[in-house]
């Protein structure tokens, strides 16, 4: 059973800086891409970064997307966080063709 569990969300001031972080199970991690997305209240979900099994990566530009394939977990280095960053994270993968999205970590940007 494939799981997906976020962590790494809170309260950070403008400027700030949060690393969110997916660790993953019931799947072979190292072989599969990653993905974190955010909802902002009353948007739709966007894509912030992807890497791939062997490391390649693409996000945005003030965020960084590693993976730790001997703990099974994929971060989100967020750094000078902006109120339009507020919004719930989610880490995803998508395995045997279906999409597993984790419950989301809400990061909440204001002064």
């Known amino acids: 059973q494939v799981q997906l569990v976020e962590s790494g969300g809170g309260l950070v001031q403008p400027g700030g800086s949060l690393r969110l972080s997916c660790t993953a199970s019931g799947f072979t991690f190292s072989a599969f891409a990653m993905y974190w997305y955010r909802q902002a209240p009353g948007k739709r979900r966007e894509l912030v970064a992807t890497i791939t099994g062997d490391n390649n990566t693409a996000y945005k530009g003030r965020f960084t997307i590693s993976r730790d394939n001997a703990k099974n977990t994929v971060y989100l280095q967020m750094n000078n966080l902006e109120p339009e960053d507020t919004a719930v994270y989610y880490c995803?993968?998508?395995?045997?063709?279906?999409?597993?999205w984790g419950k989301g970590t809400l990061v909440t940007v204001s002064s």
């Open positions: 995803n993968t998508i395995w045997g063709g279906i999409n597993y």
